[in-house]
T-cell receptor
């Protein structure tokens, strides 16, 4: 069955360092992959989308890579700040034939210490 | 511009009861999806509604049903509640045209926290 795995342990880093989060998947061929941020008691907030034919996407301090051969995405936050502390979710989706459903990983909690 | 609004924010029910959760999508969005998020887990897709019809459904039993109204708002109904139904129920909205182009970017509400005793 389809499976998405993110680092189950919380990631603790020092302010100013680069945080790298991993998303691995099996038994799935996504057309795109997304990253969301979720704060306690809130719904997820969309951050970035990367398509299967793209290798890398950037937005301000965020960078996402997508390797369909390794079936892996890496999510980087450079110059991390305490305000970046949250749970980060990766989500996979297919094209128009299966547009409604996103499959989410369990999320990785990032803690940035001042 | 209001985002996705959900009600109630918290509720407590007992086993066997029924619950209705409500969602108003972001202004201009026409598609509503519902997700269930258990503690410490990622959201799981329940179903999606467009033009008042269920377009797609995840692996949830028939106890979970929904409805979309002409103004695009939506309800999620769960019958015969089980302890395992305790979770955060998230509503997400989007544009169908974006879905069909493969850019299924969701705007989530804050969720309804359901506790079943």
């Amino acid at each position: 069955s389809q499976k998405i795995e993110q680092n189950s342990e919380a990631l603790n880093i020092q302010e100013g360092k680069t945080a790298t989060l991993t998303c691995n998947y099996t038994n799935y061929s996504p057309a795109y992959l997304q990253w969301y941020r979720q704060d306690p008691g809130r719904g997820p907030v969309f951050l970035l989308l990367i398509r299967e034919n793209e290798k890398e996407k950037r937005k301000e301090r965020l960078k996402v890579t997508f390797d369909t051969t390794l079936k892996q995405s890496l999510f980087h936050i450079t110059a991390s700040q305490p305000a970046d502390s949250a749970t980060y979710l990766c989500a996979l989706g297919r094209g128009s034939s299966n547009t409604g459903k996103l499959i989410f990983g369990q999320g990785t909690t990032l803690q940035v210490k001042p | 511009d209001a985002g996705v609004t959900q009600s109630p924010t918290h509720l407590i029910k007992t086993r066997g009861q029924q619950v209705t959760l409500r969602c108003s999508p972001k202004s201009g969005h026409d598609t509503v999806s519902w997700y269930q998020q258990a503690l410490g887990q990622g959201p799981q897709f329940i179903f999606q509604y467009y033009e008042e019809e269920e377009r797609q459904r995840g692996n949830f039993p028939d106890r979970f049903s929904g409805h979309q109204f002409p103004n695009y708002s939506s309800e999620l109904n769960v019958n015969a509640l089980l302890l395992g139904d305790s979770a955060l129920y998230l509503c997400a909205s989007s544009f169908l045209s974006n879905l069909n182009s493969g850019a299924n970017v969701l705007t989530f509400g804050a969720g309804s926290r359901l506790t079943v005793l």
